[in-house]
């Protein structure tokens, strides 16, 4: 009798133990996330100022900045088609330095360059943010109306348009809609190609694919002219705008993903944190129409989703440079 009383006071008292032990393991997780940050907030954009995703990531960054009680602050990286952007994030091996991109900056990347000088494993998605709504425009002194006339003007004038798209993504699908057609139009590169609207708006280039928000002021000057969106819904912000199926070149379709990236090492109850605050900010009223007025639409969703969309927007660019024989460069 006395020796299962012992028995079952030992058991009682290894389980009162264990009491403390499963409550400090729960807590543990917690923790990292209660304690971040500790310091200032960095967000590395692969974009120059004006883009879509600059204006997204100051709006996010600034009443990020309000909930954390810490600075967030915004570092414009552009040029080396988003590896300048991309190295940055990944060389500081910080979770306070997170990675604020479109997708289309880097899912094309290993369809176009044979080397690329990262491993894409240490971009972790933590949340998609935003669908960035993409013109294709074209220069008002090129004097079309339609993406049907463009494309006539340029098969009449082979080697005589320029274009530029604003990333690997959007410059592959517009290099496959031009080869698909037997159209030359030649591409000029730029270190930010939020310059290029510039050139475009002084006919020194002819075609351009870049966020709306990118273009809107020259569309609201009259100097350039948008034939069509990229996405597959019409934009709120420009209704009058057709999209490219609706234009009949559903060759044309592409949706632009903007979310926010974390380091491999970061504590996943830090990303669950952040993406928690991310749908927090996103609800406030003040955030919809600012995006809405540049040209975005808000679109938050969890890692998981934001992960299924970049992987099915890679087997897009994927299936669409086998199809045309585009291969890799050095």
């Known amino acids: ?25 729960q807590t543990a997780g917690q923790a990292p996330a209660q304690a971040w940050p500790q310091r200032t907030v960095k967000f590395i954009l692969p974009l120059g100022p004006g883009s879509g995703s600059d204006i997204g990531g100051r709006l996010f960054a600034d009443r990020l900045a309000a909930r954390w009680g810490k600075p967030v602050v915004v570092e414009n990286r552009p040029g080396g088609d988003g590896f300048v952007a991309i190295n940055a994030f990944i060389g500081a091996h910080d979770d306070h330095t997170l990675l604020f991109a479109p997708t289309s900056t880097f899912t094309a990347h290993p369809i176009l360059h044979s080397k690329v000088p990262y ?38 004038e082979p080697g005589k348009l320029n274009r530029a798209s604003i990333t690997g993504a959007l410059d592959l699908v517009l290099a496959g809609f031009l080869k698909g057609l037997n159209l030359d139009v030649a591409k000029v590169p730029y270190r930010d ?16 694919t870049a966020a709306l928000a990118i273009v809107q002021s020259q569309l609201q000057a009259g100097s350039i002219r948008a034939v069509a969106m990229t996405n597959h819904r019409r934009a709120p912000a420009a209704p009058d705008i057709p999209t490219a199926a609706e234009a009949g ?21 830090v990303r669950e944190r952040i993406a928690a605050d991310i749908r927090e900010v996103a609800a406030d009223p003040f955030i919809e129409p600012r995006l809405t007025a540049t040209g975005q639409i808000l679109n938050p969703g969890s890692a998981a989703e934001f992960g299924a969309a970049i992987d099915e927007q890679t087997a897009k660019l994927a299936a669409i440079a086998k199809a045309l024989d585009i291969k890799p460069e050095d």
């Open 1 to 25: 009798m006395k020796r299962h009383l012992i028995i079952l006071l030992v058991a009682a008292a290894g389980a009162i133990a264990a009491l403390p032990m499963t409550v400090a393991a």
């Open 119 to 156: 491993d894409r494993a240490d971009m972790v998605p933590i949340a998609r943010i935003t669908n960035t709504l993409i013109a294709l425009s074209v220069s008002e002194a090129l004097k079309v109306r339609t993406v049907k006339e463009l494309v006539e003007r340029a098969r009449a």
């Open 193 to 208: 190609p939020v310059q290029a609207v510039t050139d475009l708006a002084e006919n020194r280039i002819q075609v351009y």
């Open 249 to 269: 070149y559903p060759a044309l379709e592409f949706d632009g993903l903007v979310g926010l990236f974390g380091p491999r090492s970061m504590a996943p109850a």
